[in-house]
């Protein structure tokens, strides 16, 4: 159990790494793309706006208030 | 030679030679201490097993559909982009400490020096395993990054000789000044990977999602330039926040002035 436990933490480390919101964030925004393009919205300034956002709130989480 | 071909070498090459000077720190903390022939095993031996990492997912990569290869490529470059942005805009910013890698060396040498002797078949086990963990962990995202890298621009080669020329070249370097390779401005470097792959994260993704670039592979140049200039924002921003963190720690900020 310990050495799955040890396993699974390290891919989630590796691939999720510090800050949770940013994988989520990118998951989240594809989903919107994909759902816009269904709708016939050639939604291609979601990913860039979503960067900006996520990079943005993910450093805002980092910094000392 | 195309240009997405000099920028998938570029970007193999760079995050190859950020994670390898990494790497040797703690070859060469190993090798001081534990005895060169363990160290350098264990390093070859972590290389061997990267090396067929690719060889083995690079080919399952290739025969996934180019949508669905990109999105879930374009996903993951995105994710390692965005962390390793996020890393150098705190360290440029000031908010994280610029990584000191002749402070690592001798932590590093010190941890080695107290460990117990664990000689086994004329190895030392300790010393194999440091090198071949200090190996293996910063080289399995750069083995991600040429494979995902790799895969979207159809050229897995390419950018593993990228990542290949890199280790080569700190290696020879690493043997000929046999200290860690502290003047590399390793922050720097990291900053252009971090642009590179989430770039190509956006652009590779959003393709992948359905959706059509305006300019086509022009976007791309739109994509960095958009990203760079806010990544270059938060560093603005994150310094102006330290100094006033600094002047009001200092005491000389006077209300109402």
């Not at chain 1, 480390?13 to 269904?38: H, K, N, P, R, S």
């Not at chain 2, 750069?142 to 593993?160: M, Q």
């Amino acid at each position: 159990m310990t050495h799955l436990k040890n396993f699974l933490r390290f891919w989630y480390e590796f691939i999720i790494g510090d800050d949770w919101v940013i994988a989520a964030g990118v998951v989240i925004a594809l989903m919107a793309t994909g759902l816009l393009v269904q709708v016939g919205v050639n939604a291609w300034w979601v990913m860039p706006v979503a960067v900006a956002a996520l990079l943005s709130v993910s450093i805002w989480r980092e910094t000392p208030r | 030679m195309t240009t997405a071909a000099i920028i998938l070498v570029f970007a193999a090459f760079l995050a190859s030679a950020v994670e390898a000077v990494e790497a040797l720190t703690v070859v060469l903390a190993a090798g001081t201490t534990r005895g060169w022939r363990s160290a350098l095993t264990g390093a070859g031996a972590a290389i061997l097993v990267l090396a067929a990492v690719i060889a083995v997912l690079g080919p399952s990569l290739s025969l996934m559909p180019i949508d669905a290869l990109r999105v879930v490529v374009g996903a993951l470059l995105l994710v390692f982009g965005l962390q390793w942005l996020r890393k150098a805009i705190l360290r440029a910013g000031g908010y994280k400490a610029l990584r000191d890698e002749e402070a690592l060396y001798r932590a590093d040498i010190e941890k080695a020096r107290l460990a117990e002797r664990d000689i086994c078949a004329g190895m030392d086990w300790y010393g194999f395993t440091l090198a071949f963990k200090g190996v293996f962990l910063e080289g399995l995202e750069v083995a991600f990054i040429v494979l995902t890298f790799g895969a979207s621009n159809g050229n897995i080669p390419l950018a593993a000789l990228g990542a290949g020329i890199a280790l080569l070249l700190v290696v020879i370097v690493g043997a000929v000044v046999h200290k860690p390779l502290s003047r590399v401005p390793e922050n720097a470097m990291k900053f252009t990977v971090g642009l590179m792959l989430t770039t190509f994260g956006v652009f590779w993704s959003a393709e992948g999602a359905g959706i059509t670039w305006p300019g086509a592979d022009l976007a791309i140049a739109a994509i960095l330039a958009f990203v760079t200039l806010a990544s270059f924002a938060l560093v603005g921003t994150l310094r102006r926040l330290r100094e006033l963190d600094t002047v009001l720690a200092n005491g000389v900020f006077i209300k109402g002035e």
